[in-house]
Nanobody, 130 residues
Framework: QVQLVESGGGSVEAGGSLRLSCVASGDISDRRICMGWFRQAPGKEREGVAT????????NYADSVKGRFTVSQDNAKATVYLQMNSLKPEDTAMYYC??????????????????????WGQGTQVTVSS
């Protein structure tokens, strides 16, 4: 089991930036862990935003955020970040961190679309006004 706590959400105007953090604890000693960021807006399905594989730092992004969002990790702090720039009103959503231990890099990329993670945080709200 992995426990996840997100922070960093808030309200910004369009064009602004936010950095979300996700602190992990529990069964994270194995570097074969896939971390993901997802979001869900009211009345919409959950959407994969980005993944990062702890083993080699490889990343994957949804087309809607490529070039604007950057996912990164600090293994010493057991923390994953999501830097969000050039925010748009359509980025408004609850953002969730997810973790799947015992996986491999190629399957981490696939989890962005499938959303197959066993461990989820409580979420942090991001609101972008026009």
């Amino acid at each position: 089991q992995v426990q996840l706590v997100e922070s960093g959400g808030g309200s910004v105007e369009a064009g602004g930036s936010l950095r979300l953090s996700c602190v992990a604890s529990g069964d994270i000693s194995d570097r074969r862990i896939c971390m993901g960021w997802f979001r869900q807006a009211p009345g919409k399905e959950r959407e994969g935003v980005a993944t990062i594989y702890a083993g080699d730092g490889s990343t994957n992004y949804a087309d809607s955020v490529k070039g604007r969002f950057t996912v990164s990790q600090d293994n010493a702090k057991a923390t994953v970040y999501l830097q969000m720039n050039s925010l748009k009103p359509e980025d408004t959503a609850m953002y969730y961190c997810a973790a799947e231990p015992g996986t491999y890099g190629v399957t981490c990329a696939r989890r962005l679309q499938a959303g197959t993670f066993q461990n989820w945080g409580q979420g942090t709200q991001v609101t972008v006004s026009s």
